[in-house]
């Protein structure tokens, strides 16, 4: 019932919001006298705000054509070089960039939003790497014939796609996909793979989520499996491709989110509503395209939420060195090839401060010449891959790590 309620609430809402929409375009066109009289531009703003708050949000595109560097314009190539039923592999190039350049696999976290969220972290990379991404698909749209996908389908995924890149490639983790994506790496520096990455870059992830527990950890705390398991997954509706699977749904999670700092988000839509007001178009444009990005969320299959909940958040599987794939446990010492990065944002809400950097001590045998910890100064969770501070400060971390053990 749960899906039902939300899929009957959002076709009331997107109804309101086509409205607000027409009245607020009414109320604003020059060519009629209500935008010159009274209260007419505070309520073109108050609908437009409306309007955008309660809209519903597809997949966004990629959108990247071209990528600056050193103030010359170059041309984007993006390709689909690998299809799977839960997940694509998405190539980026610029067009003058030479063949033998590093190449770096940015694998995208499955925690409700699409792996567009990256489009920041993509296009700064593509000034001198080829990059891919991992392009997670929306569980609610994947058939049910196609099985199931848990953290072991991902952790299998991650290895096949290093396989499809080849040998000397680079990898990056951003957020949630840091626990399985370590955990792969070291069963490729077990099994001597040609393939192992020569570096990984773990961001803001939850490693050993008892260290400086945020809120997002506690909820997972306080509740046992069996809560989750009853009150937050739904049976996907009819009218999608994947009728019938048990998923966590994609609006449970922006909820989440959005509870978490209700009180922020509600004055970033009052600024915007002054902005519009003004007529300061731009800064709430600013403002729709954060928002159009961060409420474009997917579904992720019941089994790989789950499993990651308790694996990851009440097991604390890979410190306590539990961890399990395809029934063998992962043996973290394993990794002695593959250097290692860890980088935190001081201000991250979602994964705390020194949850990631667990990750270096997990590692006793990999050479302390291959491990690098850094602390980005006054990031927050979003701001460690996306922004001016990931732009010009971090990324030229990132950078310089892979050049030093490329």
Not at 8 to 19: I, K, P, V
Not at 316 to 326: E, V
């Amino acid at each position: 019932m749960l899906y039902h309620a939300y899929e009957l609430q959002r076709s009331w809402l997107s109804s309101a919001s086509t409205w607000a929409s027409i009245g607020a375009e009414m109320l604003s066109n020059p060519a009629l006298p209500f935008g010159y009289m009274g209260m007419g531009p505070v309520a073109a703003s108050a609908l437009d705000v409306f309007a955008h708050a309660t809209a519903t949000y597809g997949k966004p595109a990629w959108g990247i054509e071209e990528v600056e560097v050193d103030g010359k314009h170059h041309a984007v190539e993006e390709a689909t070089v690998l299809n799977k039923p839960f997940g694509d592999l998405k190539r980026f190039r610029r067009d003058d960039l030479p063949e033998d350049a590093p190449r770096l696999l940015v694998v995208a976290p499955m925690s409700g939003h699409y792996a567009t969220l990256l489009r920041g972290t993509v296009e700064r990379m593509l000034q001198e790497y080829t990059v891919y991404v991992t392009d997670w698909a929306d569980a609610r749209n994947v058939p049910l014939h196609e099985g199931h996908f848990d953290l072991d389908d991902y952790m299998d995924y991650v290895i096949e796609f290093l396989e499809h890149i080849g040998p000397g490639a680079h990898t990056m983790a951003v957020c949630q996909p840091s626990v399985p994506v370590f955990a792969a790496t070291a069963i490729m520096n077990r099994d001597k793979h040609p393939c192992t990455p020569k570096t990984l870059t773990m961001m803001g992830g939850p490693i050993d989520t008892r260290c400086s527990p945020t809120s997002v950890n506690d909820l997972a705390m306080e509740r046992p499996i069996e809560w989750f398991r009853q009150n937050v997954i739904a049976t996907v509706p009819m009218q999608y491709r994947g009728s019938g699977r048990r998923v966590y749904p994609g609006f449970m999670q922006l909820a989440g989110f959005m509870s978490m700092n209700l009180g922020n988000h509600m004055m970033s839509y009052y600024e915007m509503f002054k902005h519009l007001t003004v007529g300061d178009e731009a800064s709430a444009q600013a403002t729709k395209d954060f928002y159009d990005e961060y409420r474009s969320v997917c579904d992720m299959t019941a089994e790989f939420y789950l499993q990651t909940v308790q694996e990851v958040f009440q097991d604390h599987a890979i410190p306590n060195g539990t961890f399990m794939h395809r029934g063998k446990r992962i043996d973290l010492g394993d990794i002695t090839e593959t250097a290692l990065l860890a980088i935190e944002g001081e201000r991250d809400d979602i994964s705390g401060l020194g949850q990631t950097k667990a990750a270096l001590d997990l590692t006793p045998n990999l050479k302390d010449a291959k491990k690098r910890y850094y602390m980005a100064e006054g990031a927050g969770h979003y701001g460690i891959f996306n922004g001016s501070r990931w732009r010009d400060k971090i990324a030229p971390v990132v950078e310089e790590f892979i050049a030093a053990h490329g």
